[in-house]
Nanobody, 127 residues
Framework: QVQLVESGGGLVQAGDSLRLSCAAS????????MAWFRQAPGKEREFVGS????????YYADSVKGRFTVSRDNPKNTVHLQMNSLKPEDTAVYYC????????????????????WGKGTLVTVSS
């Protein structure tokens, strides 16, 4: 089983950028489809973005499209979420998740079936 640890969260102002990282151990992430989800206070967890095993395709929620970018560095066993033009509504705990299936654009439908999850990192965007 792969283990995931997120880092890079913090307190930023609206309009700032932040880069989250997800470090994997136990298994090589090249075998995994990787996704980012987030959960805002009082709200359900939601899909943010994802990337296929080889990194050739990425998928995003409409709310972050054009502002967030998912990337992966398979040799370093790491996945990143670059967040630009942050808004107060981006405030949430951000989670990294892995799945051995190729979920394509459908990661949100399989959220409760992902193979592994990190514990999350908090991002707070002040106005």
């Amino acid at each position: 089983q792969v283990q995931l640890v997120e880092s890079g969260g913090g307190l930023v102002q609206a309009g700032d950028s932040l880069r989250l990282s997800c470090a994997a151990s136990g298994r090589t992430i090249s075998n995994y489809y990787m996704a980012w989800f987030r959960q805002a206070p009082g709200k359900e967890r939601e899909f943010v973005g994802s990337i296929t095993r080889g990194g050739s395709r990425t998928y995003y929620a409409d709310s972050v499209k054009g502002r967030f970018t998912v990337s992966r560095d398979n040799p370093k066993n790491t996945v990143h979420l670059q967040m630009n033009s942050l808004k107060p509504e981006d405030t949430a705990v951000y989670y990294c998740a892995a799945d051995s299936r190729n979920l394509g654009p459908g990661a949100s439908r399989f959220m409760n079936e992902m193979d592994a999850w990190g514990k999350g990192t908090l991002v707070t965007v002040s106005s």
